[in-house]
């Protein structure tokens, strides 16, 4: 790895404070709380990864789901740090959670964005995911979402 590329790598419970505080940065509403991160990190459901360039800080971190009952996996989020916005981390994070779904045999991924969020829709469209339905006033601030669907297997 070259000197000074951040590292991704799964979340540790050690990096609960840095979630907290990248949510916090990143995100006006809808928040995922210190309570949620901290089931999520104990979870065997729950699959956090972060991009980290030191110790201590983290410059992004995307978290998905899965269930028992589904072969679908759930994106719940994607967040990226001002400081390190435009340098492809997201995109990174994005490929490098539809493979955990695909290692836990997830044949799709799905996810809702707000419809306003110009650079996540670019980046999941150009991904290959499609729209497949508009929540109403999903959002806490009364923004409406799109959900998105990739299939990640090739159907049978």
Known sequence: ???????LRPALA?????????EETCFATDRFSRRS???ALASP?????????????????GLIFTRADTS??????IAVHPDWR????????????EQTARKLGADEMR?????????ALALYRESGYEEAGRLRQYYQDGADAL??????AARS
Not at 72 to 77: D, F, G, I, T, V
Not at 147 to 152: F, G
């Open 147 to 152: 959900r998105l669907i990739k299939r990640l």
């Open 72 to 77: 679908a996996a759930r994106l719940y989020s």
């Open 37 to 39: 991160y901290a089931r």
């Open 14 to 22: 050690s990096d609960l404070d840095a979630l907290v505080a990248l």
């Open 1 to 7: 790895m070259a000197a000074g590329k951040p590292h």
């Open 111 to 119: 996810l809702e964005v707000a419809d306003r969020n110009k650079a």
């Open 45 to 61: 459901r729950a699959h956090l990864r972060v991009i980290a360039p030191a110790a201590g800080r983290l410059a992004a971190a």
């Open 86 to 97: 435009g340098h492809g981390l997201a995109r990174r994070l994005l490929t490098a959670l």
